[in-house]
């Protein structure tokens, strides 16, 4: 088992930037593929960034792409959201999980999940 604790979110200006943590423990943190996704209240959860095992490979949803960037430190157990230039519609609750799969945008995919953390971005 995985647990997955995010941090890092708050409230900032729009044009503003957010670093979210997810600090993982248990099971070894770098077999698995992980990934961000958001859920904004009355929305769906949606796929927002990915990283597989060793970092080499990510995907992005396209309204992210150029302003977040997903990494991960296997050695610190920590996954990492770098979100630059943030705009009032990415304003959600953003979670870490994890999954078996290299790589997956499908939440379907994801067996562990953090609790989330709020990411409020003004106008």
């Known amino acids: 088992q995985v647990q997955l604790v995010e941090s890092g979110g708050g409230l900032v200006q729009a044009g503003g930037s957010l670093r979210l943590s997810c600090a993982a423990s248990?099971?070894?943190?770098?077999?698995?593929?992980m990934g961000w996704f958001r859920q904004a209240p009355g929305k769906e959860r949606e796929f927002v960034a990915a990283i597989n095992w060793s970092g080499g490979t990510t995907a992005y949803k396209d309204s992210v792409k150029g302003r977040f960037t997903i990494s991960r430190d296997n050695a610190k157990n920590t996954l990492y959201l770098q979100m630059n230039s943030l705009k009032p519609e990415d304003t959600s609750v953003y979670y870490c999980?994890?999954?078996?799969?290299?790589?997956?945008?499908?939440?379907?995919?994801?067996?562990?999940w953090g609790q989330g953390t709020q990411v409020t971005v003004s106008s």
């Open positions: 248990g099971r070894t943190f770098s077999v698995y593929g």
């Open positions: 999980a994890s999954t078996s799969f290299a790589i997956s945008r499908y939440y379907g995919d994801y067996h562990y």
